[in-house]
């Protein structure tokens, strides 16, 4: 059994979507995959809980893979509110939700191994190669940040996938150190920042198991749909995620995911359907 962490609202569901399949296609062992939610409505109108419908459409399909997979979703509106609400960093580069996986060790049916992925990723091989790593010394294992190694130091580590331990986070404290940075001193990014500088032991792993930018490696395990910086014509930024499939395929010129999009593009059709059925009736 592989244990992952998800985290968002109903917006994410495409991500989670796309990630799921591609991940529950492309390995034998069973996975149970939480999904750390919440209402911060007071925030932004669209920041509500992803929907017990869309869980439910979510544990069909991965359970169509393997029935001993599950989705599991989880309201932590109410500790959230405790530890970071109107905090320094609410406002943070991306959502409040980026915040949620700091609350990991505050839930007690967490397991005492953890996959932490952003929404935005595919698997393009088995994640068990990740998964079963051994990290039994370390806090966590992590791939380097693409841009922050070269401007902020050379272990500095990107957030997206965190491989977790949680036996030993808690042993060092470092998500209750990583909470009180976040409540106390203003990040630029958040809590990648709160993480890194609150580690006391990591494992840096190769790039493919967070690949930020290169879409089509054939050895790459975990792809991750991130921000990009372009120099040309002109600097500037993009940011295509992989559920854009028109741009997933015209811009990035990424073809590695066409079965699992493919397949996402009839599931997302058949959920729509079922929504606007029940609507009707």
């Given at each position: 059994?592989?244990?992952?962490?998800?985290?968002?609202?109903?917006?994410?569901?495409?991500?989670?979507?796309?990630?799921?399949?591609?991940?529950?296609?492309k390995?034998?062992?069973?996975?149970?995959?939480?999904?750390?939610?919440?209402?911060?409505?007071?925030?932004?109108?669209?920041?509500?809980?992803?929907?017990?419908?869309?869980?439910?459409f979510?544990?069909?399909?991965?359970?169509?893979?393997?029935?001993?997979?599950?989705?599991?979703?989880?309201?932590?509106?109410?500790?959230?509110?405790?530890?970071?609400?109107?905090?320094?960093?609410?406002?943070?580069?991306?959502?409040?939700?980026?915040?949620?996986?700091?609350?990991?060790?505050?839930?007690?049916?967490?397991?005492?191994?953890l996959?932490?992925?952003?929404?935005?990723?595919?698997?393009?091989?088995?994640?068990?190669?990740?998964?079963?790593?051994?990290?039994?010394?370390?806090?966590?294992?992590?791939?380097?940040?693409?841009?922050?190694?070269?401007?902020?130091?050379?272990?500095?580590?990107?957030?997206?996938?965190?491989?977790?331990?949680?036996?030993?986070?808690k042993?060092?404290?470092?998500?209750?150190?990583?909470?009180n940075?976040?409540?106390?001193?203003?990040?630029?990014?958040?809590?990648?920042d709160?993480?890194?500088?609150?580690?006391?032991?990591?494992?840096?792993?190769?790039?493919?198991?967070?690949?930020?930018?290169?879409?089509?490696?054939?050895?790459?395990?975990?792809?991750?749909?991130?921000?990009?910086?372009?120099?040309?014509?002109?600097?500037?930024?993009?940011?295509?995620?992989?559920?854009?499939?028109?741009?997933?395929?015209?811009?990035?010129?990424?073809?590695?995911?066409?079965?699992?999009?493919?397949?996402?593009?009839?599931?997302?059709?058949?959920?729509?359907?079922?929504?606007?059925?029940?609507?009707?009736?």
């Open positions: 059994m592989m244990n992952l962490l998800l985290c968002g609202n109903k917006k994410v569901f495409d991500g989670a979507l796309t990630e799921l399949i591609s991940i529950t296609n390995t034998k062992e069973s996975i149970t995959c939480y999904i750390f939610t919440m209402d911060v409505s007071r925030i932004n109108p669209e920041y509500t809980c992803i929907e017990d419908e869309q869980i439910e979510l544990n069909k399909v991965v359970k169509s893979k393997n029935e001993d997979n599950q989705v599991i979703k989880i309201d932590v509106t109410d500790l959230y509110e405790k530890e970071f609400g109107k905090c320094k960093n609410e406002g943070a580069y991306c959502t409040p939700y980026t915040l949620l996986r700091l609350l990991a060790d505050l839930i007690p049916e967490m397991p005492e191994k996959l932490y992925l952003d929404i935005d990723m595919m698997a393009n091989d088995d994640i068990s190669k990740l998964y079963n790593i051994d990290i039994s010394e370390y806090e966590y294992a992590a791939v380097r940040e693409k841009y922050g190694s070269w401007i902020i130091r050379r272990d500095y580590i990107n957030a997206g996938m965190l491989l977790l331990n949680m036996n030993k986070i042993e060092t404290g470092l998500l209750v150190k990583a909470r940075l976040i409540k106390t001193k203003k990040m630029l990014f958040a809590d990648q709160a993480i890194f500088w609150s580690t006391t032991k990591k494992l840096l792993l190769p790039r493919i198991y967070n690949e930020q930018g290169k879409f089509n490696k054939k050895e790459t395990v975990i792809c991750h749909f991130a921000k990009r910086l372009l120099w040309l014509p002109y600097p500037h930024t993009e940011n295509y995620k992989q559920w854009q499939v028109e741009e997933v395929h015209k811009v990035l010129k990424c073809y590695a995911f066409d079965k699992d999009l493919e397949e996402y593009m009839k599931l997302k059709k058949e959920f729509e359907t079922q929504e606007e059925r029940k609507i009707l009736i």
